[in-house]
């Protein structure tokens, strides 16, 4: 308990200094605009200043007050309870980011069982071959532009990147997602899939200049996760949210 009643003392110390030191430049900024030629414009700048400085005399008295309750041990639950506080609060978080490394291993130990079937499948097996694809999808990163565009933009938008989506870091702003994509040339696909019942609908339209002109639009299955190959042999893999992405090589 005296370690919690000094590091709140010395908190409290602090914010007197601080405010003392905030009440002298105040004086000093009124003692400067009397100095000055009178107007109303001066008059209610040392008004405005001078109540500053009351409300931080409150302060101040207050913080002394509570330097007394401090050393008298009359506020020992508070400063009990608020460490206690503190200290659940780490620990809340520390259960969070462990839960979420968890659950990215469990992801990431799903991907590469669904790969190994992949490549055993198509006689291309070897523990090898699997590690090495494997890395390369984990370490694609966007284009520079991208990344700090993505910075701007709500968690349910974002890009395509070498067939890996990258979601913006913002509050979604729609349960509906809107993905882009840079095609060959100067084309850019929109890909827009919303969520009905137990289907998603996947409609890409490309933009031309200020055109879109419609592509296509399917429907894909909720319960699909982890990799897949579709008719034509190409690898495919989902994220976390089950959107059908195309796997693309370098």
């Not at 000094?6 to 900024?29: A, C, G, H, M, P």
């Not at 520079?144 to 702003?173: C, S, V």
């Not at 982890?226 to 008719?231: A, I, L, N, S, T």
């Amino acid at each position: 308990m005296n370690n919690l009643r000094i590091t709140e003392k010395n908190k409290v110390l602090n914010d007197i200094k601080s405010k003392e030191t905030t009440f002298k430049r105040n004086e000093d900024t009124i003692g400067r605009l009397k100095c000055q030629e009178y107007s109303k414009f001066i008059e209610t700048q040392i008004d405005k200043i001078h109540k500053q400085n009351l409300d931080i005399t409150d302060d101040i008295k207050t913080l002394n007050e509570r330097l007394t309750d401090i050393q008298s041990g009359n506020i020992d639950d508070e400063l009990l309870e608020t460490s206690n506080k503190a200290i659940s609060d780490v620990k809340k978080k520390n259960d969070i980011k462990i839960k979420k490394s968890q659950e990215q291993t469990e992801y990431d130990k799903k991907g590469k069982d669904t790969l190994t079937k992949y490549y055993k499948n198509n006689n291309e097996y070897s523990q090898g071959s699997i590690m090495r694809e494997y890395e390369r999808w984990c370490n694609i990163r966007p284009p520079q532009y991208m990344q700090d565009n993505l910075k701007e933009m709500p968690a349910n938008k974002g890009y395509i990147w070498k067939g890996r989506k990258f979601h913006g870091e913002k509050k979604a702003t729609s349960k509906d997602e809107i993905m882009f994509e840079k095609k060959r040339g100067e084309n850019l696909h929109i890909i827009e899939t919303v969520t009905k019942g137990y289907y998603r609908y996947e409609t890409i339209h490309e933009k031309i200049g200020n055109e879109k002109k419609f592509i296509s639009k399917k429907e894909i299955p909720r319960e699909t996760f982890g990799f897949d190959v579709d008719k034509n042999h190409n690898l495919m893999v989902l994220d976390k949210d089950g959107n059908l992405m195309k796997h693309t090589s370098k």
